[in-house]
């Protein structure tokens, strides 16, 4: 083998990128759930819900609760005291983090 720097530089590279692709794929937090727990799904939902409903109609459902099942958060808010009008639900892949649906309650 000869001992040229470039050829060397990029054994190294390609080592080190077969070893954190390798590390990743084995990681189950980093590999398997985006949305780890409660508190993280419902940062997310509240963030997403802001955005599609406005911050103050969000603001006003606090505390929001969530709940696991097969890997989907359901996530919904409070009504405030004295309150009849419906409540923003969303539920969210765990893995991913993506939306699957969301409504406003009347």
Known sequence: M???PGKTNSI???TAILLG???LAQ???LSRTFVSDEGTAIR???AKLSAIYGKKQIESERPFHAMLKDGIWTVSGSLPEGWVD???TI???QRTGK???YGHGK
Do not use: F, K, W
């Open 2 to 4: 000869s001992n040229i």
């Open 86 to 88: 419906g409540v923003a």
């Open 12 to 14: 190294v590279l390609t």
């Open 44 to 46: 997310i939902s509240e």
């Open 21 to 23: 692709t390798t590390l």
């Open 27 to 29: 990681s189950p937090q």
């Open 91 to 93: 539920r969210i892949d």
């Open 99 to 101: 939306t699957i649906s």
